[in-house]
């Protein structure tokens, strides 16, 4: 059994920066691929990025490219999320998922941190 805990979400102005962290427990992290996903107010659940298990690839949704970096801690059993340039489309609660390979479906997911941009 593979527990997710988020923390990092909170307000920040449009244009601002925060970084989310995804502790995880249970199972090797280390073989693990890992990714976030998000869901606006009123929106489907979306993916948002994803590594694999020692870090060296990564992929990210079109609409946060540029802006979002995955990135992992495996000794620390931690993936993070920093995101930059916020924009108010970005508000959404945000989950950390443990996928069932790398590219394929979540099978664990955390029970999500709120981030809100106003702009």
């Known amino acids: 059994q593979v527990q997710l805990v988020e923390s990092g979400g909170g307000l920040v102005q449009a244009g601002g920066s925060l970084r989310l962290s995804c502790a995880a427990s249970?199972?090797?992290?280390?073989?693990?691929?890992m990714g976030w996903f998000r869901q606006a107010p009123g929106k489907e659940r979306e993916f948002v990025a994803a590594?694999?298990?020692?870090?060296?690839?990564?992929y990210y949704t079109d609409s946060v490219k540029g802006r979002f970096t995955i990135s992992r801690d495996n000794a620390k059993n931690t993936v993070y999320l920093q995101m930059n340039s916020l924009k108010s489309e970005d508000t959404a609660v945000y989950y950390c998922?443990?996928?069932?390979?790398?590219?394929?479906?979540?099978?664990?997911w955390g029970q999500g941190t709120q981030v809100t941009v106003s702009s």
């Open positions: 590594i694999n298990g020692n870090g060296d690839s990564t």
């Open positions: 998922v443990k996928q069932r390979w790398y590219g394929a479906s979540a099978d664990y």
């Open positions: 249970g199972g090797t992290f280390s073989k693990y691929a």
